[in-house]
């Protein structure tokens, strides 16, 4: 248990399907985040969100829907996602970010199990 | 943007002792991360170096040189549960971008 916790653990969804992911922190970070992996890729950086503002969206289609509604909490909206996009969504927090110093492990971030997402 | 560099896979045997090499390219640095990601779970963290040199956590040793932009991870007494992935994270903007990882076996 990292502290992190993601539901739904699994998903099949439809092309025209609409969906959310759920994560929630219990640690009193304020750095959330949302990853994808896909099946031998790195992890790719989706979106962050650092005291509720999202700081960075990584060129991500707009099918994918980011919101944070206070600093425990964060949902990724899915809607007309298209079969490239299975892949495992991972959550992640962090204290803060851009506030630590040099020696700092401020921004180690702890993830969530994820979810397995399929799309047909 | 950012170029990171290491082994796709490794095997080694039960008791040795395993290096896994990282080099990266970066445009700023602010530290390295070393994550373990162990077959269908999330990511764990295991170091972090911000200045060059060693730092020792038990049976994990994490190495850092910033002038050559290079890292290593040194895995001692390896154990089976030891076998998973190990993602080197260079941070360019304090937020870590992930390599490929390291699939690492250990075999008996």
């Known amino acids: 248990e990292t502290g992190v916790t993601q539901t739904p653990r699994h998903l099949v969804m439809g092309m025209t399907n609409k969906k959310s992911l759920k994560c929630e922190q219990h640690?009193?970070?304020?750095?959330m985040y949302w990853y994808k992996q896909s099946a031998k890729k790195p992890l790719e950086l989706m979106f962050v969100?650092?005291?509720?503002?999202?700081?960075e969206n990584n060129s991500v289609p707009s099918r994918f829907s980011p919101e944070c509604p206070n600093s425990s909490h964060l949902f990724l909206h899915l809607h007309t996602l298209q079969p490239e996009d299975s892949a495992l969504y991972l959550c992640?927090?962090?204290?803060?970010?851009?506030?630590?110093?040099?020696?700092?492990?401020?921004?180690?971030?702890?993830f969530g199990p994820g979810t397995r997402l399929t799309v047909l | 943007g950012q170029n990171i560099d290491q082994p796709t896979e490794m095997t080694a045997t039960e008791g040795a002792i395993v290096q896994i090499n990282c080099t990266y390219q970066t445009s700023g640095f602010n530290g390295l991360f070393w994550y373990q990601q162990h077959a269908g779970e999330a990511p764990t963290f295991l170091s972090y170096?911000?200045?060059?040199g060693l730092e020792e956590k038990g049976r994990f040793s994490s190495f850092l040189s910033r002038s050559k932009g290079y890292s290593y991870l040194l895995l001692k007494e390896l154990q089976m549960k030891d076998s998973a992935s190990y993602l080197c994270?260079?941070?360019?903007?304090?937020?870590?971008?992930f390599g490929r990882g390291t699939s690492l076996i250990v075999h008996p």
């Open positions: 992640a927090s962090s204290q803060d970010f851009g506030l630590a110093g040099v020696g700092s492990v401020k921004n180690e971030q702890f």
């Open positions: 640690l009193g970070h304020n750095a």
């Open positions: 170096n911000v200045l060059d």
């Open positions: 994270a260079p941070g360019g903007s304090y937020i870590p971008t």
């Open positions: 969100y650092n005291f509720k503002e999202q700081t």
